[in-house]
């Protein structure tokens, strides 16, 4: 066994290098401002070949033992004890394995909607993944400090140069400074953990133990910068503003992989590394989830914008999220993992199907739909699939998730679990009631007159996803297993090595 990794401990390599591959190959070709089908393809073929490097990461995996795979060292700024140094274990894996699978189809999504700056719009994307592929590999401290921020600067841009209305700018600047000001905090810990230990080894600071007073410190600091990512309220209204203004594309990888960046965040470092003030912070962690739960959901049920519906939603689907990684149980933690998965495949999902109908009428307003289902019932059967497993209807991939959150919950704290399942409650009323309003009635050809299903190339789009919402509602063992020594052994160094 120890010789097949050794064989394939350069498969993230290669991984991590496909992005920059692409990039590379796209500043070489001719600047132009319209069409971009050379660059298109470039950018498509070199992100699909990074996720058919990610399966091989998945084949070559070894689900039996809880240490970094794939590890690979490289002298960065050795005088300061620096290195870029990257590997993977259970939970990260997945992460990359959503990331190279999302990078595609957005830019295949991307194509007929994206008309200026093509070349430069690709190189945006496949930088962004680049960074992500670093941030969930990274087993240093101040490099992924550096590349979690670094997301900032291709996601700014995206929004800003080709959002969809007049407010992009503004919605841009918005999730630049909320996300950097909370990182501020975060930069701070980092340099007081290095001066403390004398290095951001992530090996090495998972064995050491933090007095608890400077625990508590450490903790806010980095709560301050994932709290903003994940989103929790109330620092969540950039949320809804940048989906809102985002191409369908950047609404797709915002939705589908840097929510999930906090998430990431807090299993990596709060949880084991600062144990002690995790459990102390405990019940304001539940305070703001629940919160969270109920307070957006019933926001959600009042919006008339689709993106924004589905944007709030994301929000509560992520409170359940941090329900279950701060109950401190195999179940909850495991549930938390398959939720941001499979939220990244139904919330991208349902992002695309608004996507579909901008594409054709222009208006994601509520009010100008109705009776869909009678012109456009392949779309609205996909519509369909969506908004039921975003209420985590059993079969689809979301259902697994939340009843292992409120599984492990249960056990911990019954009236929190009660809170978040009145949450399940509203998150139910939201999803069919959107579906509803667009779906039946008459239809209003006052508004609308031009109607088209969806064609072939949307179809194969949206296809993999289909099967993934299936897929991973009836087998989630495939990720169970894999994620599971991991998890355990999270906990073990969290709880038993640390208190």
Request: proline fraction near 3%.
């Amino acid at each position: 066994m120890t010789k097949i990794f050794e064989n394939s401990a350069n498969i993230l390599i290669y991984t991590i290098s496909l992005p920059i591959l692409g990039i590379l190959l796209l500043l070489l070709t001719p600047n132009t401002t319209t069409g971009g089908y050379l660059q298109h393809q470039i950018a498509f073929f070199t992100s699909l070949l990074a996720w058919i490097a990610s399966i091989f990461l998945w084949i070559q995996f070894d689900k039996l033992t809880a240490s970094f795979q794939f590890v690979h060292k490289l002298g960065w700024i050795p005088f300061i004890n620096i290195d870029l140094y990257v590997g993977l274990d259970g939970i990260s894996l997945f992460f990359v394995l959503l990331t190279t699978l999302l990078i595609p189809i957005c830019i295949l999504i991307s194509r007929n909607t994206v008309k200026v700056y093509v070349k430069e719009y690709m190189i945006c994307f496949l930088f962004l993944e680049l960074l992500l592929l670093l941030v969930f590999s990274v087993l240093d401290l101040i490099l992924f400090y550096i590349f979690f921020e670094s997301i900032l600067i291709p996601m700014f841009i995206i929004i800003g140069v080709w959002g969809s209305r007049e407010r992009k700018i503004g919605a841009a600047y918005q999730f630049f400074i909320y996300t950097l000001f909370g990182s501020v905090f975060f930069l701070i810990a980092i340099l007081v953990i290095y001066f403390e230990t004398g290095t951001t080894d992530i090996n090495l600071l998972l064995t050491t133990h933090f007095p608890f007073n400077r625990q508590i410190l450490l903790w806010l600091a980095f709560w301050a910068s994932f709290a903003v990512k994940i989103p929790v309220v109330p620092v969540h209204t950039w949320l809804p503003e940048a989906h809102v203004e985002a191409p369908t594309a950047g609404s797709v990888i915002l939705a589908g992989v840097l929510l999930k960046l906090g998430g990431y965040g807090l299993l990596r470092f709060s949880i084991p590394m600062f144990p002690e003030a995790s459990i102390y912070f405990t019940p304001l962690v539940y305070v703001i989830s629940v919160v969270a739960v109920l307070y957006v959901s019933l926001t959600t049920l009042r919006q008339v914008d689709l993106k924004k519906i589905i944007a709030y939603s994301s929000v509560a689907h992520m409170a359940f999220v941090t329900l279950g990684i701060f109950t401190y149980n195999l179940q909850a933690i495991e549930g938390s993992i398959l939720l941001m998965l499979s939220h990244g495949v139904v919330s991208s999902a349902l992002f695309m199907c608004v996507g579909v109908l901008y594409d054709r009428h222009k208006t994601r307003v509520i009010k100008y739909y109705s009776g869909m289902i009678q012109v456009m019932p392949l779309f609205m059967t996909l519509f369909l699939i969506f908004s039921l497993a975003n209420l985590s209807l059993p079969t689809t991939a979301g259902f697994i998730g939340e009843f292992l959150v409120l599984a492990g919950l249960f056990q911990i704290n019954k009236t929190v679990c009660l809170l978040a399942a009145i949450g399940m409650v509203l998150g139910a009323a939201y999803s069919i009631w959107l579906w509803n309003r667009i779906a039946c009635g008459n239809l209003k050809i006052y508004f609308i007159k031009l109607f088209a299903d969806i064609n072939t190339r949307e179809i194969y789009i949206f296809l993999p996803l289909v099967f993934l919402t299936f897929f991973l509602g009836i087998y989630p063992e495939v990720i169970l297993d894999t994620i599971h020594v991991s998890v355990k052994n999270l906990i073990a160094t969290a709880i038993h090595f640390h208190v």
